[in-house]
Every structure is written in C-alpha cells, then in structure tokens.
C-alpha cells in the first residue's frame, strides 16, 4: 500500500534552529573565514545568497550545508 501524506507550508519549515543545520550570521562569517561586514558586502554583490527568515527567529540564518559547499568553492578559486 501507498501511504499519501499532506504537508503545509508551516510543516515544511523548522520551528527553531538546529545548531547542527542552520548558522547565525556570525556562525557563517567565521566558517567562512571572512568579517560579518564582508560577508554583508557579499550578499549585497549577490556573491553569496541572502539568509532566510525562520518562524521565531529575528536573525536571517543559513542552512551549514550551503555554507560549506560555498567555502569549498572560495577555497577552489584561490588555488586556480
């Protein structure tokens, strides 16, 4: 049998952070080895993608995942 399941949109996103998934500005900055100014500048420059909003946080967080295929690139980029 196939089971068929209905999520919503409010099921889809994640209530709170998980430490282990989402960074804080900060988080993001010193993982990726830059100041959270240059990483501002950055997002600005559309070099690196702007955070997302998540129900009840009032900080902009990003997934770890994405910030760390984006540091494998800048790291891939230096050695060229």
């Known amino acids: ?3 068929i399941y209905t999520l919503s949109l409010h099921d889809a996103l994640p209530i709170c952070i998980d430490e282990k ?3 804080t500005k900060i988080e993001t900055s010193k993982l990726l080895g830059v100041s959270t100014s240059t990483l501002d500048r ?3 420059r559309k070099e690196f993608p702007r955070g997302r909003k998540i129900v009840h946080q009032k900080h902009l967080v990003w997934k770890r995942e ?3 295929q984006y540091k494998e690139r ?3 980029k ?3």
């Open 66 to 68: 994405l910030v760390e």
């Open 74 to 76: 800048m790291l891939l």
């Open 78 to 80: 230096r050695k060229t």
């Open 42 to 44: 950055m997002i600005l």
């Open 1 to 3: 049998t196939t089971e």
């Open 21 to 23: 998934e989402w960074l």
